[in-house]
């Protein structure tokens, strides 16, 4: 068994639509094959783990000899959001999708809104971090309005000047409006603060002060398993908020994709008994709900540069796992998420006979091995690949 046990989730690193996905509209979609299409790099780290032999991808090759232990995961929650997929990783099966809003919140909620702040509003449309507040920013520093948008996912973000609305303040606006959007008829995973900095549309810049405000996990997750009993759960990037801190020992913040690695790594040298829980956003966030494909691919590649890294810090009994939420194929039409299956790449700090795993029909597979790992009691409908990882010896 492993004393540690480190996950990372390549935040919308799909390979392939699976079974299902013609029922959300993602036929045919796959992240990586697309990604590495349209813009080839080498990914000679993750070759050797085993990535090519999941499904074949451009530039990748299956080794005789892997690396690590290599399979994919389907989704059966009804859902292809963050939240979701996490919350499926950790051991739930989400089974009433979240709401989304194609056309903008209803008037009845942005009244609501208003009412509560004091403020008016403007936006109120799916659209880009980055462009609306080029759009409505230097309206929204003369007027003191609040930027509401959202996008294909289920969240309801509202961008503010820090100079105009203060950090406290736009927190406090976030925390009334997650207790309203927890009513079933305006059900949302997330309400996101995005303060901004700048005095005008061509130097506006968001800043690193971001806060998500998440629902709680719809039920008891290994995470809570774990720290229950007397593990260590330890959250890297936007763990934290994706749980709403439920089933958290220590939560560590992160700023981008290589802050994420270099955090793993600061974490990798600390004595714990239990895990660390890595989200890498960047390739989502950045490349895929904006559709470039060059920079999913750079992000990629620079992923797979630090992998030794990561490699490096693996004692003899620790578990390394490596997984996707959901895809967000950087190719497809639209700015959502993409309903596809999931690689899933697992080593250990030894020496082990590495290969094929079956594929699981449910990201709760990963809590199931991690319940059956610690010997801790956990109802989760995921089986355990624990026994295939595991040395002959145990």
Same mark, same amino acid.
């Given at each position: 068994m492993f004393k540690r046990i480190h996950l990372i989730v390549l935040d919308s690193v799909g390979i392939g639509a699976q079974h299902d996905a013609a029922e959300f509209g993602d036929a045919g979609t796959h992240t990586l094959k697309h990604t590495l299409e349209s813009h080839p790099v080498e990914l000679p780290n993750l070759?050797?783990?085993g990535l090519g032999c999941i499904d074949p991808l451009p530039g990748l090759g299956c080794p005789e000899s892997p690396e690590a232990f290599y399979s994919k995961m389907s989704e059966v929650s009804q859902g292809k959001d963050t939240m979701t997929g996490h919350?499926?990783?950790?051991?739930l099966n989400i089974k009433k999708p979240f709401k989304v809003y194609p056309d903008g919140f209803p008037e009845e909620l942005l009244d609501r809104i208003r009412e509560a702040t004091g403020r008016d509003i403007v936006g109120n449309?799916?659209?880009?971090?980055?462009?609306?507040?080029?759009?409505y920013g230097e309206h929204q520093m003369k007027t003191g309005d609040l930027i509401v948008y959202t996008s294909n996912d289920p969240v309801l973000q509202i961008a503010a000047h820090e100079d105009v609305i203060p950090l406290d /303040?736009? =927190?406090?606006?976030?925390? !009334?409006?997650?207790?309203?959007?927890?009513?079933?008829?305006?059900?949302?995973?997330?309400v996101i603060a995005r303060p901004?900095?700048?005095?005008?549309?061509?130097?506006?810049?968001?800043?690193?002060?971001?806060?998500?405000y998440a629902l709680e996990p719809f039920g008891r997750t290994v995470l809570n398993a774990l720290e229950d009993n007397g593990n260590d759960v330890i959250a890297i990037g936007k763990i934290n908020d994706i749980f709403t801190g439920s089933g958290i020992t220590d939560s560590v913040r992160t700023k981008n994709n290589e802050d994420g690695v270099d955090k793993l790594l600061e974490v990798m040298d600390r004595d714990?008994?239990?895990?660390?829980?890595?989200?890498?956003?960047?390739?989502?966030?950045?490349?895929?709900?904006?559709?470039?494909? /060059?920079? =999913?691919?750079?992000?990629? !590649?620079?992923?797979?540069d630090r992998l030794p890294e990561i490699v490096s810090k693996l004692r003899e009994d620790d578990l390394l796992i490596i997984t996707a939420?959901?895809?967000?194929?950087?190719?497809?039409t639209g700015t959502d998420h993409t309903r596809e299956n999931v690689?899933?790449?697992?080593?250990?700090g030894r020496e082990m006979q590495y290969g094929p795993l079956r594929d699981s029909s449910t990201f709760s597979d990963i809590a199931a091995t991690i319940a059956e790992n610690y010997k801790i009691e956990y109802d989760t409908h995921g089986e355990s690949l624990i026994k295939e990882i595991s040395s002959d010896e145990e």
């Open positions: 070759e050797k783990f919350w499926e990783i950790a051991g449309k799916p659209a880009s971090g980055t462009e609306i507040i080029k759009e /303040e736009l =927190y406090t606006i976030c925390e !009334k409006v997650r207790a309203m959007t927890t009513d079933p008829d305006f059900l949302v995973g997330r901004y900095v700048g005095d005008s549309s061509e130097n506006f810049t968001r800043t690193e002060n971001r806060h998500d714990f008994n239990g895990m660390s829980f890595l989200n890498l956003v960047d390739f989502d966030a950045l490349y895929g709900h904006r559709r470039n494909p /060059e920079g =999913y691919s750079n992000a990629l !590649k620079a992923f797979d939420d959901h895809g967000n194929d950087p190719t497809y690689p899933l790449l697992m080593k250990t």
